[in-house]
Structures are given as C-alpha cells and as structure tokens.
T-cell receptor, first 109, second 117 residues
C-alpha cells in the first residue's frame, strides 16, 4: 500500500464552483500534513499546513480525519489560476516528506 | 519565503555520461537538504537526505554509488548522476529547511529536468 494515496482526477470545474478532494495516508503515527500545489513542470509550493482542528486560508479549507486517516482540501469560488496539481504531503518524521501523486484540478472559464 | 535555486534547469546528455546538479539555498543556511525524483504523473520520491559535513543517507532502493551526493557547505548540495542511462531521465528536485527560522516548511528548488539519450 502506498504511504499517501490520492485520486488523480482530473477535476474539471467551472469558475466559481467549489471542488473538494481527499487523500489517505497509511501511517497512523503521522503527525504533520500539508497540501502543496505543483504547476506543470514546476517545483511544489506549500499551499497550507493541515491542523487537527481543520483550518482555512481564504478560499481554501483543509480538514484532517485521524480516525479514518484522510485529509481533505476544499476550494471555494474557484479561479482559473487554481488550475494545478495538488499534492498531499505527510511528514514521515525526521523532516522527511511523503508525497501523494497529486490531484489535478482544471478550472474552466 | 526562503529561496532555493538549482542548476542546471534542464540537461540532455548521452548514455554513459555523468551529470552534476547543484542545489543552493540563497538566503539561508541549510544543514539538511533533500533530493527527490519525479517521473511523469507520479509522486515525488525521496532519494536521499544530504547532510552538511557528513555522508548522505539514501532511501531504500536508491544506489548510493550511482547518485553521488556532496554537501560541502551550508548553502550547497550537489547530486551527480553517474553513468546515466535513459531510465534515469526524470525531474530532480531538491529541498532545504530554513533551520534557523524554526519553521517546518521545506523550500523546493525549481527542479532539473534530465533527459538521457
């Protein structure tokens, strides 16, 4: 089983729509979780950390469900610039990160 | 945020040659840097952890004699792909922690796209 699994998508949504997707992780001892954004042929960039109580950053909301070992990301009022691949990242410990393969989101005009 | 650079951004080489990729932290010191590889439509896979002044630690399945890592200073780590073959063609990305800041965030370099003919 992969350490981090994501639905690859793609999720094709119109501008202004809400899109949400999850990722699951296998190591129940994992402590830190992140969502990164990766544009085509570019490096990943941190979108937001995911806290136990859930957190929001503008139009982005992240949730953590430890019992079911999944993390979710919700994007409200989608913009064209939100089109990207969203990587679910879990901290393995000792500052090593495990990456999911990414969920592709395409926002259309 | 902190800045990490990589050089070259892309390289094409013949099979059997060696390629060196540099990773630099531009505005902070990084005692630890990480090297990842990403094949198309796949996740970033950690290859090794580069430690300043000591040997790198490699992930299972990564050949240390093929992927030579040198972390000679607090701002520079190099990855040398020795005797490269077409199957080594990939996107290589480094990351570094801004240790003095105390933040957990890792900053990624822009990546190096290697194509081996």
């Amino acid at each position: 089983r992969k350490e981090v699994e994501q639905d690859p998508g793609p999720f094709n949504v119109p501008e202004g729509a809400t899109v949400a997707f999850n990722c699951t992780y296998s190591n129940s001892a994992s402590q830190s979780f992140f969502w990164y954004r990766q544009d085509c042929r570019k490096e990943p960039k941190l979108l937001m950390s995911v806290y136990s109580s859930g957190n929001e950053d503008g139009r982005f909301t992240a949730q953590l469900n430890r019992a079911s070992q999944y993390i979710s990301l919700l994007i409200r009022d989608s913009k064209l610039s939100d089109s990207a691949t969203y990587l679910c990242v879990v901290w393995r410990g000792d500052y090593k990160l495990s990456f999911g393969a990414g969920t592709t989101v395409t926002v259309r005009a | 945020g902190a800045v990490v650079s990589q050089h070259p951004s892309w390289v094409i080489c013949k099979s059997g040659t060696s390629v060196k990729i540099e990773c630099r932290s531009l505005d902070f010191q990084a005692t630890t840097m990480f090297w990842y590889r990403q094949f198309p439509k796949q996740s970033l896979m950690l290859m090794a952890t580069s430690n300043e002044g000591s040997k790198a630690t490699y992930e299972q399945g990564v050949e240390k004699d093929k992927f030579l890592i040198n972390h000679a200073s607090l701002t520079l780590s190099t990855l040398t792909v020795t005797s490269a073959h077409p199957e080594d063609s990939s996107f290589y990305i480094c990351s570094a922690r801004d240790l003095p800041s105390g933040r957990d965030e890792q900053f990624f370099g822009p990546g190096t796209r290697l194509t081996v003919l």
